[in-house]
């Protein structure tokens, strides 16, 4: 028959998706302490260009990815047995990530307008999520069927969506064409341009990598599963 996704498996990534954001909260006080002490200042602090930098990559990057990681793992350690292939693996994690951008995006957004103008942070997080769900899935399939380093594609779960996600923010929240002083403050329009911008990069920088590892998209089967 026609093999279908469990209700639980649509709506739990979702559900523990919201709670990634103050776990993220967490690890962005843990990282940001961390950096001070063994930099002497802030993430923020500095020349434009690496303060944007800093900002992109220490105060959102790694935490964020950080605990939508640890809450993916824990969504794909209750479905272990249910999981058929990599798409699974994929679908989950993206739903992580739109859990997490629901609530980033509520919280940062202070109008309608400005909730409206940070939607294509859907398309981001839930983008990043796929590549990470991707070589999750990668790395369960190359350890069922010995063909591949599970090592490579465990690590390449967190840091080609840490890459990605640097990169977006890095352009999205650069301090060199902001309207203000503060990383936080920019104009609607450059916010509006290099969001959409950046994310549609990100995206067919994604996919194009996707389509590299099979001939068949998303739908390697992950053989020898547990009974």
């Not at 979702?14 to 776990?23: C, D, T």
């Not at 990530?97 to 609530?103: A, R, Y």
């Not at 109008?111 to 790395?139: D, K, Y």
């Given at each position: 028959?026609?093999?279908?996704?469990?209700?639980?498996?649509?709506?739990?990534?979702?559900?523990?998706?919201?709670?990634?954001?103050?776990?993220?909260?967490?690890?962005?006080?843990?990282?940001?302490?961390?950096?001070?002490?063994?930099?002497?200042?802030?993430?923020?602090?500095?020349?434009?260009?690496?303060?944007?930098?800093?900002?992109?990559?220490?105060?959102?990057?790694?935490?964020?990815?950080?605990?939508?990681?640890?809450?993916?793992?824990?969504?794909?350690?209750?479905?272990?047995?249910?999981?058929?292939?990599?798409?699974?693996?994929?679908?989950?994690?993206?739903?992580?990530?739109?859990?997490?951008?629901?609530?980033?995006?509520?919280?940062?957004?202070?109008?309608?307008?400005?909730?409206?103008?940070?939607?294509?942070?859907?398309?981001?997080?839930?983008?990043?999520g796929l590549a990470m769900?991707?070589?999750?899935?990668?790395?369960?399939?190359?350890?069922?069927?010995?063909?591949?380093?599970?090592?490579?594609?465990?690590?390449?779960?967190?840091?080609?969506?840490?890459?990605?996600?640097?990169?977006?923010?890095?352009?999205?929240?650069?301090?060199?064409?902001?309207a203000g002083e503060s990383?936080?403050?920019?104009?609607?329009?450059?916010?509006?341009?290099?969001?959409?911008?950046?994310?549609?990069?990100?995206?067919?920088?994604?996919?194009?990598?996707?389509?590299?590892?099979?001939?068949?998209?998303?739908?390697?089967?992950?053989?020898?599963?547990?009974?």
């Amino acid at each position: 028959g026609v093999y279908r996704i469990s209700k639980g498996q649509a709506i739990l990534p979702v559900v523990l998706g919201l709670s990634s954001v103050p776990i993220s909260f967490i690890f962005f006080i843990i990282i940001g302490l961390a950096f001070r002490a063994v930099t002497g200042f802030t993430p923020t602090e500095g020349p434009a260009l690496l303060a944007s930098f800093n900002h992109a990559f220490v105060s959102a990057a790694l935490n964020e990815e950080l605990a939508k990681l640890i809450l993916t793992l824990i969504v794909l350690c209750i479905f272990r047995k249910k999981l058929r292939n990599v798409y699974e693996y994929m679908l989950i994690a993206a739903a992580v990530g739109f859990g997490f951008t629901l609530i980033e995006d509520f919280v940062y957004s202070v109008s309608l307008a400005g909730f409206v103008m940070r939607l294509p942070n859907i398309t981001v997080h839930m983008m990043l999520g796929l590549a990470m769900g991707r070589h999750l899935g990668l790395a369960r399939y190359n350890k069922e069927t010995g063909r591949g380093s599970v090592v490579k594609e465990s690590l390449l779960a967190y840091f080609v969506p840490v890459l990605c996600h640097t990169v977006f923010d890095f352009f999205a929240a650069n301090m060199l064409i902001h309207a203000g002083e503060s990383v936080e403050t920019v104009t609607p329009e450059i916010e509006r341009t290099t969001y959409i911008g950046a994310a549609m990069v990100l995206v067919m920088v994604i996919f194009s990598r996707m389509q590299k590892v099979t001939g068949i998209m998303y739908s390697i089967p992950i053989t020898a599963l547990p009974k």
